[in-house]
């Protein structure tokens, strides 16, 4: 039975932790190591959770080659100039929950 003007209030507060988010990849650059026009330096930093989980994909340039990233976030690839099949480098990184960066491209001058 209600008198009419009873009311009951309940505050739910709801927390969402560990939240999966798409890697990140700052800082992706390329530059001639040495000043040498036969090698090429390309590296970055990943922003996620587990960065060594994540699987870097190249294209362009970079077709095929492959890098890990350290436990800090860091990745490195040095190619033989010889070996490029373009001016223009890519990469995106795959999260281990199958999540996808954006993709980020060096043009190489």
């Given at each position: 039975?209600?008198?009419g003007?009873?009311?009951?209030?309940?505050?739910v507060?709801?927390?969402?932790?560990?939240?999966d988010?798409?890697?990140?990849?700052?800082?992706?650059s390329?530059?001639?190591?040495?000043?040498?026009?036969?090698i090429w330096?390309?590296?970055?930093m990943?922003?996620d959770e587990d960065?060594?989980?994540?699987?870097?994909?190249?294209?362009?340039?970079?077709?095929?080659?492959?890098t890990?990233v350290?436990?800090?976030g860091?990745?490195?690839?040095?190619?033989?100039?010889?070996?490029?099949?373009?001016?223009?480098?890519?990469v995106?990184a795959?999260?281990s929950?199958?999540?996808?960066?954006?993709?980020?491209s060096e043009?190489?001058?």
């Amino acid at each position: 039975m209600s008198d009419g003007f009873s009311s009951d209030t309940t505050t739910v507060t709801i927390s969402v932790t560990d939240v999966d988010e798409a890697p990140v990849i700052v800082a992706f650059s390329g530059y001639e190591q040495n000043g040498d026009d036969d090698i090429w330096v390309f590296s970055g930093m990943i922003v996620d959770e587990d960065p060594t989980s994540v699987v870097l994909t190249f294209g362009g340039a970079l077709d095929g080659f492959t890098t890990t990233v350290n436990a800090g976030g860091s990745f490195s690839l040095t190619v033989s100039a010889s070996l490029l099949s373009s001016n223009l480098a890519t990469v995106f990184a795959t999260d281990s929950g199958g999540l996808t960066s954006s993709v980020e491209s060096e043009l190489m001058a």
